[in-house]
C-alpha cells in the first residue's frame, strides 16, 4: 500500500508542477543567463529521471515480492 | 550577417558530400536490418510490422527516442521559439516531461494486454476488449489519418535540409524535388523489405549523429554568443510589437490566458504522444514491461536534447540566421538548419543535416509501418478478408506502407508546406480522441462502446471545425533585391492551435476541449445506455491479461489459443533474449 502511495506521489509531482505555470512563470532568478521560467522547466526534467527512476526500482521490487501492478 | 543561401541556388559541395556519405550508410544499414535478429520467417505482423516484439532495454531507447523525437522537434519548434516563443515552442518541454509518468502507468498495462492477447494495434486492443467493430474502425481511421499528415511533415524537414543545401532553388519543379523523392523511395525500399527492423538499425545513427550536433551547437551558444545574450535578443525580438500592434511572440507566458494555453498544450500533447499509432508500434516490439517502465525512467534524456534544440531557435534570433530559403520567402522552418551553416564549418554543418534527415527518416519509416498495420489488420482483415493468413497480413501491410509514403509524398510535392503544418495540427486534435476509448479501456468496461464513439465523433467533429475557424493574416515576407518585402495574402485558416473553450473566455489547446466534450458526452450516453440495457459488446480480454510479462504463467496460458481469443492468430512462439 504505501509503495502504490509513494510511487503514485513521485508520478504525479512533476505533472501537477509543471502544469502549475503562474508558479514558474517568472524571468528571476536567472542562472548562467537562463531566466527561471526556462531553467526552472530543464531542472524538472532531472527532478522527473530521478523520480520515475525510484518508482521504477519500488515498482520492481514490490512485484518480486508478489505484489501486482 | 546573412547566410549565404539567401542569395541564390549556391550547393554547399562539401556539406551535400557529408550528407550523402551518412545516407549511403543508413540504406545500407535498412537493407542489412533485415538479417538483424534474424526470424525464420519475416511474414507475419509480429516479425515485419513489430520488430518479433523482442527489443530490449536499450534498443528500445533508440527505438522509442527515434521514433518520439521527429522532424518536428528538430525543425518545427525551434522553429516556433524562433518565431512566437515560448506558447508555441517551448511548451514542448514541459510536454515531453509529462509524457514520461503517463507512460510509466498506462504503458505497461497496454504492453501486457497485446501481448496476451497477440494484437498489433491499438484498434485491435479496442476491438477486443469492447468487441466493436465500429469503436474499433473509429480509431483505426483516427490513427491512419493523424499519421499521414505527421509523415508529411516529416518531408517538409527533410525539404529543409535540402533547400539549406542549395538543392532547392532550381526553377524546374521536377529537378527541385527530385532529392527528395530519391529519399523517400530508398526509405519506402528498405522499409518494404526489412520491416520495423529498418528504422530500429537506423535510430542508433540517428541519435548519435543527433547528440553530437546539439551538443556542439549549445556549447557554440554558450561559448561564442553566451546564454545571457541570447535570452536577451530573443526576449527583445519576442516583445517587438508588429504593425498591426500585438506583440510578436510570448517570451514567458505572463496572463492567465497563455497560462492555460501553455498548460494544455503541454499535457494533452502528452497524453495525445502515445495514442498515435507509431509510438503504440514502437512500445509493443519491446519484450516486457520492464523494457517500457525503465524506458520511462530514461528517455527523459531525450527532453534534454529536445530542449536544447529549442533554444537553437533562440540562439538564430540572437545571430540574426537569416531565414530566407531558396525560394526567396521567409521560412522559420529554416532556422536551425541555416544556423548551423551559418556558425560551423562546412562539414560539421553536413553532419548536423544527415541527423535532420535521418532523424526524419526514422519516424517516417516507424508511423508508414504503423498506418499500414492499422489498415491490414482493423480494415483488410476486419471487413474484407476475416481468415487473411499471417503471410497475407505481412504483404498486405508491406504494400500499404508504401501507399502511405506515397501519399504523403504527394501531399507535400502537391500543397503549400503550411498545409502539411496545419494538418499536422488536426492531426494531434484527432488523435487525443482515441484516449478515452483506449485509456479508460485500459482500467475500465464501465464506458459503452457506443457511447465512446458518440463522443469521439462529436469532439472529432467539433475540434475539426473550431481549428478551421482560426484565421490569421497570411503575410509572407520575400526578399526583393536584399530587403525584406511584406506580401499580404489575405487571411487563411488554422492559425492557432489554441482556442476558446465553448461559451468561456479561457484559451485552451483545441484537442483538450474536443477531450472534455468528448468525455462528457462519453459519460453522459454511458448513464443513458446502461439504464435502458443496451447490449454492451463482449469482452475477450481476461483482468490477469493487464498485468502478465514475459515470464510470468499467465503468458504461457494466455499464448494456447482459446475460443475466446479470436483475435490471436500469430505468435512468436521462441522469444529471443536480447543483449
Same mark, same amino acid.
Given at each position: 500500500?504505501?509503495?502504490?502511495?509513494?510511487?503514485?506521489?513521485?508520478?504525479?509531482?512533476?505533472?501537477?508542477?509543471?502544469?502549475?505555470?503562474?508558479?514558474?512563470?517568472?524571468?528571476?532568478?536567472?542562472?548562467?543567463?537562463?531566466?527561471?521560467?526556462?531553467?526552472?522547466?530543464?531542472?524538472?526534467?532531472?527532478?522527473?529521471?530521478?523520480?520515475?527512476?525510484?518508482?521504477?526500482?519500488?515498482?520492481?521490487?514490490?512485484?518480486?515480492?508478489?505484489?501486482?501492478? | 550577417m546573412t547566410a549565404p543561401q539567401a542569395a541564390g541556388p549556391a550547393v554547399n559541395?562539401v556539406s551535400l558530400?557529408v550528407l550523402?556519405?551518412?545516407?549511403?550508410?543508413?540504406?545500407?544499414?535498412?537493407?542489412?536490418?533485415?538479417?538483424?535478429?534474424?526470424?525464420?520467417?519475416?511474414?507475419?505482423?509480429?516479425?515485419?510490422?513489430?520488430?518479433?516484439?523482442?527489443?530490449?532495454?536499450?534498443?528500445?531507447?533508440?527505438?522509442?527516442?527515434?521514433?518520439?523525437y521527429t522532424a518536428y522537434t528538430f525543425v518545427a519548434v525551434p522553429a516556433a521559439m524562433f518565431a512566437t516563443g515560448?506558447?508555441a515552442g517551448?511548451?514542448a518541454?514541459?510536454?515531453?516531461?509529462?509524457?514520461?509518468?503517463?507512460?510509466?502507468?498506462?504503458?505497461?498495462?497496454?504492453?501486457?494486454?497485446?501481448?496476451?492477447?497477440? /494484437?498489433?494495434?491499438?484498434?485491435?486492443?479496442?476491438?477486443?476488449?469492447?468487441?466493436?467493430?465500429?469503436?474499433?474502425?473509429?480509431?483505426?481511421?483516427?490513427?491512419?489519418?493523424?499519421?499521414?499528415?505527421?509523415?508529411a511533415l516529416q518531408l517538409v524537414g527533410i525539404q529543409a535540409v535540402i533547400d539549406t543545401v542549395g538543392l532547392g532553388g532550381s526553377s524546374?519543379?521536377?529537378?527541385k524535388d527530385?532529392p527528395l523523392?530519391?529519399s523517400?523511395?530508398?526509405?519506402?525500399?528498405?522499409?518494404?523489405?526489412?520491416?520495423?527492423?529498418?528504422?530500429?538499425?537506423?535510430?542508433?545513427?540517428?541519435?548519435?549523429l543527433v547528440?553530437?550536433a546539439i551538443?556542439a551547437a549549445?556549447?557554440y551558444v554558450?561559448?561564442?554568443i553566451?546564454?545571457?545574450?541570447t535570452?536577451?535578443a530573443a526576449?527583445?525580438k519576442l516583445?517587438?510589437?508588429?504593425?498591426?500592434?500585438?506583440?510578436t511572440g510570448?517570451?514567458?507566458?505572463?496572463?492567465?490566458?497563455? /497560462?492555460?494555453?501553455?498548460?494544455?498544450?503541454?499535457?494533452?500533447?502528452?497524453?495525445?504522444?502515445?495514442? /498515435?499509432?507509431?509510438?503504440?508500434?514502437?512500445?509493443?516490439?519491446?519484450?516486457?514491461?520492464?523494457?517500457?517502465?525503465?524506458?520511462?525512467?530514461?528517455?527523459?534524456? /531525450?527532453?534534454?536534447?529536445l530542449?536544447l534544440l529549442a533554444l537553437l531557435g533562440f540562439a538564430a534570433i540572437a545571430k540574426k540566421t537569416s531565414v530566407f530559403g531558396a525560394d526567396g520567402y521567409a521560412n522559420a522552418q529554416l532556422a536551425v538548419p541555416h544556423f548551423f551553416a551559418q556558425v560551423f564549418p562546412s562539414?560539421f554543418a553536413g553532419v548536423a543535416f544527415a541527423a535532420i534527415a535521418i532523424g526524419a527518416l526514422?519516424?517516417?519509416?516507424?508511423?508508414?509501418?504503423?498506418?499500414?498495420?492499422?489498415?491490414?489488420?482493423?480494415?483488410?482483415?476486419?471487413?474484407?478478408?476475416?481468415?487473411?493468413?499471417?503471410?497475407?497480413?505481412?504483404?498486405?501491410?508491406?504494400?500499404?506502407?508504401?501507399?502511405?509514403?506515397?501519399?504523403?509524398?504527394?501531399?507535400v510535392l502537391?500543397l503549400d508546406r503550411q498545409n502539411a503544418i496545419n494538418?499536422q495540427?488536426?492531426?494531434?486534435?484527432?488523435?487525443?480522441?482515441?484516449?478515452?476509448?483506449?485509456?479508460?479501456?485500459?482500467?475500465?468496461?464501465?464506458?459503452?462502446?457506443?457511447?465512446?464513439?458518440?463522443?469521439?465523433?462529436?469532439?472529432?467533429?467539433?475540434?475539426?471545425?473550431?481549428?478551421?475557424?482560426?484565421?490569421?493574416?497570411n503575410d509572407k515576407i520575400k526578399l526583393v533585391?536584399g530587403k525584406p518585402v511584406i506580401e499580404?495574402h489575405?487571411?487563411?485558416?488554422?492559425?492557432?492551435?489554441?482556442?476558446?473553450?465553448?461559451?468561456?473566455?479561457?484559451?485552451?489547446?483545441?484537442?483538450?476541449?474536443?477531450?472534455?466534450?468528448?468525455?462528457?458526452?462519453?459519460?453522459?450516453?454511458?448513464?443513458?445506455?446502461?439504464?435502458?440495457?443496451?447490449?454492451?459488446?463482449?469482452?475477450?480480454?481476461?483482468?490477469?491479461?493487464?498485468?502478465?510479462?514475459?515470464?510470468?504463467?499467465?503468458?504461457?496460458?494466455?499464448?494456447?489459443?482459446?475460443?475466446?481469443?479470436?483475435?490471436?492468430?500469430?505468435?512468436?512462439?521462441?522469444?529471443?533474449?536480447?543483449?
Amino acid at each position: 500500500m504505501w509503495v502504490r502511495i509513494t510511487v503514485a506521489a513521485l508520478l504525479i509531482m512533476p505533472i501537477v508542477a509543471l502544469v502549475a505555470v503562474p508558479t514558474y512563470s517568472n524571468p528571476s532568478p536567472h542562472l548562467w543567463g537562463f531566466p527561471f521560467f526556462y531553467w526552472y522547466s530543464l531542472l524538472w526534467m532531472l527532478l522527473e529521471t530521478a523520480m520515475v527512476s525510484t518508482a521504477y526500482v519500488l515498482v520492481t521490487r514490490a512485484r518480486r515480492k508478489g505484489g501486482s501492478r | 550577417m546573412t547566410a549565404p543561401q539567401a542569395a541564390g541556388p549556391a550547393v554547399n559541395g562539401v556539406s551535400l558530400g557529408v550528407l550523402v556519405f551518412f545516407f549511403v550508410i543508413v540504406t545500407v544499414g535498412g537493407f542489412l536490418a533485415a538479417r538483424w535478429r534474424r526470424p525464420e520467417s519475416m511474414a507475419s505482423l509480429d516479425e515485419w510490422g513489430l520488430g518479433g516484439r523482442g527489443f530490449g532495454t536499450l534498443t528500445t531507447w533508440f527505438l522509442l527516442g527515434g521514433d518520439l523525437y521527429t522532424a518536428y522537434t528538430f525543425v518545427a519548434v525551434p522553429a516556433a521559439m524562433f518565431a512566437t516563443g515560448a506558447v508555441a515552442g517551448w511548451f514542448a518541454v514541459p510536454y515531453t516531461i509529462l509524457v514520461y509518468p503517463l507512460i510509466f502507468v498506462f504503458m505497461p498495462r497496454m504492453w501486457s494486454v497485446a501481448h496476451a492477447r497477440g /494484437y498489433v494495434t491499438p484498434a485491435d486492443f479496442v476491438r477486443g476488449r469492447y468487441g466493436s467493430r465500429g469503436l474499433a474502425l473509429a480509431v483505426a481511421l483516427t490513427g491512419i489519418l493523424a499519421t499521414m499528415p505527421y509523415i508529411a511533415l516529416q518531408l517538409v524537414g527533410i525539404q529543409a535540409v535540402i533547400d539549406t543545401v542549395g538543392l532547392g532553388g532550381s526553377s524546374n519543379t521536377f529537378l527541385k524535388d527530385l532529392p527528395l523523392i530519391i529519399s523517400f523511395a530508398v526509405l519506402a525500399a528498405y522499409t518494404y523489405s526489412s520491416g520495423l527492423r529498418a528504422p530500429a538499425l537506423i535510430a542508433f545513427v540517428k541519435d548519435t549523429l543527433v547528440y553530437i550536433a546539439i551538443i556542439a551547437a549549445i556549447v557554440y551558444v554558450g561559448w561564442k554568443i553566451g546564454f545571457g545574450p541570447t535570452f536577451h535578443a530573443a526576449e527583445t525580438k519576442l516583445n517587438t510589437k508588429t504593425a498591426t500592434g500585438k506583440l510578436t511572440g510570448v517570451f514567458i507566458p505572463g496572463n492567465a490566458n497563455s /497560462y492555460w494555453a501553455y498548460a494544455t498544450l503541454a499535457f494533452g500533447s502528452a497524453m495525445a504522444l502515445f495514442m /498515435y499509432p507509431h509510438a503504440m508500434t514502437a512500445t509493443l516490439s519491446s519484450k516486457g514491461r520492464n523494457v517500457i517502465r525503465r524506458n520511462a525512467a530514461i528517455l527523459p534524456t /531525450y527532453s534534454l536534447m529536445l530542449a536544447l534544440l529549442a533554444l537553437l531557435g533562440f540562439a538564430a534570433i540572437a545571430k540574426k540566421t537569416s531565414v530566407f530559403g531558396a525560394d526567396g520567402y521567409a521560412n522559420a522552418q529554416l532556422a536551425v538548419p541555416h544556423f548551423f551553416a551559418q556558425v560551423f564549418p562546412s562539414w560539421f554543418a553536413g553532419v548536423a543535416f544527415a541527423a535532420i534527415a535521418i532523424g526524419a527518416l526514422v519516424p517516417a519509416a516507424i508511423m508508414s509501418i504503423a498506418a499500414a498495420n492499422l489498415f491490414t489488420r482493423n480494415i483488410y482483415r476486419e471487413f474484407f478478408r476475416p481468415d487473411a493468413m499471417p503471410h497475407e497480413e505481412a504483404l498486405v501491410s508491406k504494400i500499404a506502407s508504401l501507399v502511405v509514403k506515397f501519399g504523403a509524398l504527394l501531399f507535400v510535392l502537391s500543397l503549400d508546406r503550411q498545409n502539411a503544418i496545419n494538418f499536422q495540427l488536426l492531426g494531434g486534435v484527432w488523435i487525443l480522441q482515441t484516449f478515452v476509448a483506449i485509456v479508460a479501456g485500459l482500467y475500465t468496461r464501465w464506458f459503452h462502446r457506443w457511447a465512446l464513439l458518440l463522443g469521439w465523433a462529436a469532439a472529432m467533429v467539433w475540434g475539426t471545425i473550431t481549428a478551421y475557424q482560426q484565421k490569421v493574416p497570411n503575410d509572407k515576407i520575400k526578399l526583393v533585391d536584399g530587403k525584406p518585402v511584406i506580401e499580404h495574402h489575405g487571411q487563411r485558416h488554422f492559425g492557432s492551435s489554441v482556442a476558446n473553450f465553448p461559451f468561456t473566455h479561457v484559451t485552451l489547446y483545441i484537442a483538450v476541449s474536443a477531450l472534455v466534450i468528448n468525455i462528457v458526452i462519453a459519460v453522459v450516453v454511458t448513464v443513458l445506455l446502461r439504464a435502458v440495457k443496451a447490449p454492451g459488446g463482449a469482452d475477450e480480454t481476461e483482468p490477469d491479461d493487464y498485468y502478465s510479462d514475459a515470464v510470468s504463467p499467465e503468458v504461457i496460458r494466455a499464448e494456447e489459443p482459446t475460443p475466446a481469443a479470436t483475435g490471436v492468430i500469430t505468435h512468436p512462439t521462441s522469444r529471443r533474449e536480447d543483449t
